[in-house]
T-cell receptor
Framework: ETGVTQSPTHLIKTRGQQVTLRCSSQ?????VSWYQQALGQGPQFIFQ???????GRGNFPPRFSGLQFPNYSSELNVNALELDDSALYLC????????????FGQGTRLTVV | EDQVTQSPEALRLQEGESSSLNCSYT??????LFWYRQDPGKGPEFLFT???AGEEKEKERLKATLTKKESFLHITAPKPEDSATYLC????????????FGTGTKLQVIP
């Protein structure tokens, strides 16, 4: 059984650029949720993907978008990066959309300069 | 809007000194309350899910309880390896996909 893996672990981008973060879900998990965690804060829900469709979204602008693939892996795309986008981006996978027991990856640390 | 407030922000305990962490929440129709542990530079690790007032769950030195307005995470005789940030989160019935987290309690257990 493999855990949730995210890539890359660290990334530095320039304001205005675009970034793609990747997540491989735990074996057998069909639901992936993405979170943004600023320093010293709790994770904030961005959106959830289930069966390759967006299935719920938090208070994030449309420049945050995602994809889920048939093998349940997922991508988070952020366009027109802003300095405030600097954060730890976390992916969580679960067996059910209700997130009853979600397993998190180690995160991608994004720095926007 | 769902809200989660955790206290204290930081807690320093001697090894063996039991204590409790508090999580106060406001949510319209609670579906579930979660506790996670997060070590520095890592993703949160799932601990418990509680669904209804009066429910309790235990795991090793940790015990989580739930009332209609609060949840407590009791730590009995903590060890240095229990040092971490403990996060509380809630999920509403109307929007079960979304989990709202608090800012966490940073626990340090000194040998």
């Amino acid at each position: 059984e493999t855990g949730v893996t995210q890539s890359p672990t660290h990334l530095i981008k320039t304001r205005g650029q675009q970034v793609t973060l990747r997540c491989s879900s735990q074996s057998g998990h069909n639901t992936v949720s993405w979170y943004q965690q600023a320093l010293g804060q709790g994770p904030q829900f961005i959106f959830q993907y289930y069966r390759e469709e967006e299935n719920g979204r938090g208070n994030f602008p449309p420049r945050f978008s995602g994809l889920q693939f048939p093998n349940y892996s997922s991508e988070l795309n952020v366009n027109a990066l802003e300095l405030d986008d600097s954060a730890l981006y976390l992916c969580a996978s679960s067996l059910r959309t209700e997130n009853t027991e979600a397993f998190f990856g180690q995160g991608t640390r994004l720095t926007v300069v | 809007e769902d809200q989660v407030t955790q206290s204290p922000e930081a807690l320093r305990l001697q090894e063996g000194e039991s204590s409790s962490l508090n999580c106060s929440y406001t949510v319209s129709g609670l579906r579930g309350l979660f506790w996670y542990r997060q070590d520095p530079g890592k993703g949160p690790e799932f601990l418990f899910t509680l669904y209804s007032a009066g429910e309790e769950k235990e795991k090793e030195r940790l015990k989580a309880t739930l009332t209609k307005k609060e949840s407590f995470l009791h730590i009995t005789a903590p060890k240095p390896e229990d040092s971490a940030t403990y996060l509380c989160a809630v999920q509403a019935r109307r929007s079960y996909q979304k989990v709202t987290f608090g800012t966490g309690t940073k626990l340090q257990v000194i040998p």
